[in-house]
């Protein structure tokens, strides 16, 4: 009886090792609401580093954030004024909202729809081989944004 307790109790250690791996491995890509994000953080923290050399309260007139996002645009995606305040991640699902997932805008009471990734300047130009990494993402949301790839 002893016996099957020990190899049980050994069977559990290795299934409890096995759920905190996967669960650290899978943890990479969640936002700041324990989402998970669209891509791989590399995206984000490229896009970042090209637009604005990854400066999370960047700032200008017609520019907020730290992926260089049109004030206007920023508004109407993320239902705030500017990305001030924000972290990386809640900065980052702004990007997927305007990419990948579409956003409800409560204000006018519709759904706007996803315009895509190929619309920064930085992605097109494949600063830092960001076109690489949508082409080589497996996630759903990123599949019909694949027509540029080659």
Same mark, same amino acid.
Request: hydrophobic letters at 35%; a positive charge.
């Given at each position: 009886?002893?016996?099957? $307790?020990?190899?049980? /109790? +050994? %069977?559990?250690?290795?299934?409890?090792?096995?759920? &905190?791996?996967?669960?650290? %491995?899978?943890?990479?890509?969640?936002?700041? $609401?324990? #989402?998970?994000?669209?891509?791989?953080?590399?995206?984000?923290?490229?896009?970042?580093?090209? #637009?604005?050399?990854?400066?999370?309260?960047? *700032?200008?007139?017609? $520019?907020? +954030?730290?992926?260089?996002?049109?004030?206007?645009?920023?508004? /109407?995606?993320?239902?705030? *004024?500017?990305?001030? =305040?924000?972290?990386?991640?809640?900065?980052?699902?702004?990007?997927?909202?305007?990419?990948? #997932? +579409?956003?409800?805008?409560?204000?006018?009471?519709?759904?706007?729809?996803?315009? +895509?990734?190929? =619309?920064? =300047?930085?992605?097109? *130009?494949?600063?830092? =081989?960001?076109?690489? %990494? %949508?082409? #080589?993402?497996?996630?759903? &949301?990123?599949?019909?944004?694949? /027509?540029?790839?080659?």
């Amino acid at each position: 009886m002893g016996a099957i $307790y020990r190899s049980d /109790r +050994g %069977l559990f250690k290795r299934f409890v090792c096995i759920a &905190l791996l996967t669960t650290t %491995l899978t943890a990479t890509r969640a936002n700041a $609401y324990g #989402e998970e994000l669209v891509m791989d953080w590399r995206f984000y923290r490229r896009l970042a580093k090209c #637009e604005t050399g990854g400066d999370v309260n960047h *700032s200008t007139r017609n $520019y907020t +954030g730290m992926f260089g996002i049109a004030r206007g645009t920023w508004q /109407r995606w993320s239902n705030t *004024s500017s990305a001030k =305040g924000l972290t990386a991640l809640q900065q980052a699902r702004v990007v997927d909202n305007i990419a990948f #997932e +579409g956003h409800w805008d409560p204000g006018r009471k519709r759904f706007k729809h996803p315009v +895509g990734p190929w =619309g920064w =300047g930085v992605v097109k *130009s494949n600063c830092m =081989g960001l076109q690489r %990494l %949508l082409c #080589e993402s497996r996630h759903r &949301l990123v599949q019909r944004w694949k /027509r540029n790839c080659k």
